[in-house]
């Protein structure tokens, strides 16, 4: 049991980090660089008992489990606005010249 809490902890505590070091919606819209490089690189840093593997791979899902959160509950970018010529208007091409 305190495997899930120190794992929930850990998570929490590392996304609290990133989101303090880079922005919520970076870290949202690249959540898969995330996700993989802490489901790859956390287990070399518990690596020596199997507590310590346990403890990093429950600390990676729950990173996954959080962002996965972050980004069904953040609201996505608006897309910017494109002005476009109509066929009837007259384009002035004397400013690039």
Not at 2 to 22: H, K, P, Q
Not at 37 to 58: C, E, Y
Request: aromatic share 14%; no cysteine; net charge positive.
């Amino acid at each position: 049991m305190e495997i899930l809490v120190l794992s929930l902890l850990s998570g929490v505590g590392i996304v609290f980090t990133l989101t303090r070091a880079i922005r919520w919606r970076y870290l949202v819209k690249y959540h898969l660089v995330f996700d993989i490089a802490f489901t790859i690189l956390l287990p070399f840093l518990f690596k020596g008992s199997f507590d310590g593997m346990v403890l990093a791979v429950l600390t990676g899902i729950t990173v996954s489990v959080l962002l996965a959160l972050g980004r069904a509950f953040t609201p996505a970018p608006k897309a910017p606005r494109i002005e476009r010529y109509n066929d009837n208007q007259s384009v002035s091409y004397e400013r690039y010249l």
